[in-house]
């Protein structure tokens, strides 16, 4: 391992040692206080964030863009707070963490046996979303995590995330998309944050006007199993509140080869992810590139 990541790695492992012990209103205060000192230096991440936020609000001049992206940081680091602090939550504390619109949609897909793609944005915290679902709704959900780099880190998110009752598959290794379609037959629950594709063999759609590229695999899951696939976006609403919204469902299209069909799907959680960006674009937690447009042709990644 080296340096940097040995770095990385225990900067990580002080947050969830440290950060967790923290009252609040303090670990509160400490992520406003990191937010605004990234965001005054101006580094890759927050000019980054702010080129995403400028296609996401168009027209936006200079200073309102400035002042999304402050909020912005603002909200990157109250997930980060929050992420940290997770794990010495109580039940309650979690359970009263979310209030969720439209929650018959999943409850009742849950009810019928066939199986829920939930897909998600990286919009506000969607750890305590997780956390929330197999705490207040009781339901237990498989997803999949990013391989991080060092080892030592993901193994870290993983345990972070099994820890509040999720079970984490790997991205990488092939075997992933089998598991959760053999969780979806048994009628269980999938969550996967899909505004991104990190295989570089995504679907492409339009996105706020440009083309992005998306994954796939919640379109190919809900199509090949039978599972309903629902999108769901989340805004914070203030302290301690996090809200969210269960979108209407996506349906398979009647005709098309399977290609087609999980374009037109992919598309559909596109736009529902766009509207609820496009809402509160402030806590859309997006530092990498995403559009075609500003990515390396070269390498194909940020």
Known sequence: MSAQDRLTDALYGLGWSAVKKLPEPAAARLGRTIAD????????????????LARVVPGASPERLAELSRAGMRSYLRYWMESFRLP????EEIRDGLDIKDLHRLTEGMAAGKGVVLALPHLANWDLAGAWVTTRLG??????AERLKPETLYDRFVAYREGLGMEVLPHS???????LARRLRDGGLVCLVADRDLSASGVEVDFFG???????GPALLAQQTGALLLP??????????????VHPPVEVPESGTRAEKTSVMTQALADAFATGIADHPQDWHMLQRLWLADLDPAKGST
């Open 173 to 179: 290794g092939g075997t992933a998309f089998g598991t």
């Open 37 to 52: 000192l990234a965001w005054k230096q101006r580094g890759k991440g927050v000019q980054r964030l702010e080129s995403n």
């Open 139 to 144: 339901i237990p959900f498989t997803t999949v």
């Open 210 to 216: 440009d083309t992005a590229r998306m994954p796939a």
């Open 232 to 245: 769901v976006t989340l805004w914070y609403d203030g302290p301690p509140m996090m809200r969210g919204r």
């Open 88 to 91: 010495a939550w109580t039940k």
